[in-house]
């Protein structure tokens, strides 16, 4: 099946750091990715839908100046954590769409973010 | 609000025997529902889906999956677990949208 590669696994850094995560669709265009934010023992989230050459759209309370999402090519999207807080400490999924149909979304394997 | 319910953290059972886990929705309208299972270091995988017709949906690994419209539930099952289905299972459902709403998730430790 189709594979998307999210690095880094596992990030901890200083309060008021900025963290960058990608996610690649390594065998498949991707035109539609999608992020997602996991705390413990609550569900994954949908933080925003990012579509191939244009603005992200973010869902509801999810705060755009700080989590900055790029999506330059159909193989790559990045979520950029901007000074990041202990609360932003969570676990992050990114999917992205290999085509039409339920069967087409693949996942990333998730990073775990701790911010000191 | 639109919500998935899992209600249990983890669920034990030794190979061999039956396995459920437990899904319930509150989601207007007729959702598509979803289960999907992630192993450990990979990502979500896909595992089967419920659009509409029979309310047994059979999927990937021998798992299958039952609606119930009036519980509005979607439990996992299998007949018979092994060590390797040990795995995070996740319900899911999709409103009239194509955003997925998740459950908080379910491990499942199948025990030799």
């Known amino acids: 099946g189709a594979v998307v590669s999210q690095h880094p696994s596992r990030v901890i850094c200083k309060s008021g750091t900025s963290v960058k995560i990608e996610c690649r669709s390594l065998?498949?265009?991707?035109?539609?990715m999608f992020w997602y934010r996991q705390f413990p023992k609550q569900s994954l989230m949908l933080m925003a839908t990012?579509?191939?050459?244009?603005?992200?759209?973010?869902e509801q309370g999810v705060e755009k100046d700080k989590f900055l999402i790029n999506h330059a090519s159909l193989t790559l999207s990045t979520l950029t954590v901007t000074s990041a807080h202990p609360e932003d400490s969570s676990f992050y999924i990114c999917s992205a769409k290999a085509g039409r149909g339920d069967e087409k979304l693949f996942f990333g394997s998730g990073t775990q973010l701790s911010v000191l | 609000a639109q919500s998935v319910a899992q209600p249990e953290d983890q669920v034990n059972v030794a190979e061999g025997n039956p396995l459920t886990v437990k899904c319930t929705y509150s989601?207007?309208?007729?959702?598509?529902l979803f289960w999907y299972v992630q192993y450990p270091n990979r990502g979500l995988q896909f595992l089967l889906k419920?659009?509409?017709?029979?309310?047994l949906v059979k999927g990937s690994y021998g798992f299958e999956a039952e609606f119930n419209k009036s519980q509005t539930s979607f439990h996992l099952k299998k007949p018979s677990a092994l060590v390797s289905d040990s795995a995070l299972y996740f319900c899911?459902?999709?409103?009239?949208?194509?955003?997925?709403?998740f459950g908080t998730g379910t491990r499942l430790q199948v025990f030799p």
């Open positions: 065998d498949f265009q991707a035109t539609t």
């Open positions: 990012s579509n191939e050459g244009s603005k992200a759209t973010y």
């Open positions: 899911a459902v999709r409103p009239n949208t194509d955003k997925l709403i």
């Open positions: 419920y659009i509409t017709g029979d309310n």
């Open positions: 989601v207007s309208g007729n959702p598509y």
